[in-house]
């Protein structure tokens, strides 16, 4: 039995997954009560708004990321952790406090800050996962 669209939106979250080979994830779906399937339907729109490039694009990113960890490509080769020198400490109000600050504020609008909360935004009608979507959405970037 074929599943069936109730509406303009569920039928675009079905072509949607189509387009990805991924069917399977509205097969069953006419199991599932109205409430359930509109949240269904309300998070792949909501995903397919705010990564770049939308599911296609985040399909072919997850299965590049699983054909490079199946070859053992390692993203951070080269790449070395170091611990900034922080024994330079600046005086409260000092001048060099405030021309520093600028500096950094400056600077600011090219930085990223992850924080990994772990687990899934239970606080709001979302279940993304807190660091990546978040900035992903705010950055129209995808990391």
Do not use: W
Not at 76 to 82: D, I, L, Q
Not at 90 to 98: A, K, M, N, P, Y
């Amino acid at each position: 039995m074929e599943t069936k669209a109730r509406n303009e939106q569920e039928q675009k979250v079905f072509d949607l997954l189509a387009k990805i080979d991924q069917q399977h994830l509205y097969a069953t779906i006419d199991q599932y009560n109205d409430e359930q399937r509109d949240a269904f339907v309300k998070q792949i729109l909501n995903l397919e708004t705010i990564y770049p490039g939308g599911l296609a694009n985040y399909h072919k990113n997850a299965l590049q990321c699983l054909a490079d960890a199946t070859a053992g490509v390692n993203p951070y080769e080269g790449y070395s952790p170091k611990i900034p020198n922080l024994a330079h400490v600046c005086d409260f109000r000092s001048e060099e406090l405030e021309e520093l600050e600028a500096i950094g504020l400056e600077e600011i609008k090219d930085a990223v800050f992850v924080l990994v909360a772990g687990g899934l935004v239970k606080d709001s009608d979302t279940t993304e996962l807190r660091s990546v979507f978040l900035l992903s959405s705010l950055l129209k970037k995808s990391f």
